[in-house]
């Protein structure tokens, strides 16, 4: 069974930068696709950013296109996700996902991933 642990949320100003870890296990991942979300409150949840463990290859969506960037810590199991220039409508649980899969294109929307984590809440104020 897969086990996703969120960390590293909390509150930042404007323009700064948080960096978010996932802990995976209960599996050896490296042909899954990972993938962080966020959801706002009355919102639906929004796919951020994914990776392939085995390859590398990363897809973000265009709204954090040069801010934010996803790696993998192969090592320790864990996935990052660096975000930088914060703004406040980046404000969100995050939330880190996790699917068997190849191509990391194909995934794009919460119905592709089948194990999550709790979220971690960012805030980002103005």
């Known amino acids: 069974q897969v086990q996703l642990v969120e960390s590293g949320g909390g509150l930042v100003q404007a323009g700064g930068s948080l960096r978010l870890s996932c802990a995976a296990s209960g599996r050896t991942f490296s042909r899954y696709i990972m993938g962080w979300f966020r959801q706002a409150p009355g919102k639906r949840r929004d796919f951020v950013a994914a990776i392939s463990w085995s390859g590398g290859s990363t897809n973000y969506a265009d709204s954090v296109k040069g801010r934010f960037t996803i790696s993998t810590d192969n090592a320790k199991n864990t996935v990052h996700l660096q975000m930088n220039s914060l703004k406040p409508e980046d404000t969100a649980v995050y939330y880190c996902?996790?699917?068997?899969?190849?191509?990391?294109?194909?995934?794009?929307?919460?119905?592709?991933?089948?194990?999550w984590g709790q979220g971690t809440q960012v805030t980002v104020s103005s």
């Open positions: 996902a996790a699917s068997f899969g190849a191509n990391v294109r194909d995934y794009t929307d919460y119905v592709d991933f089948g194990s």
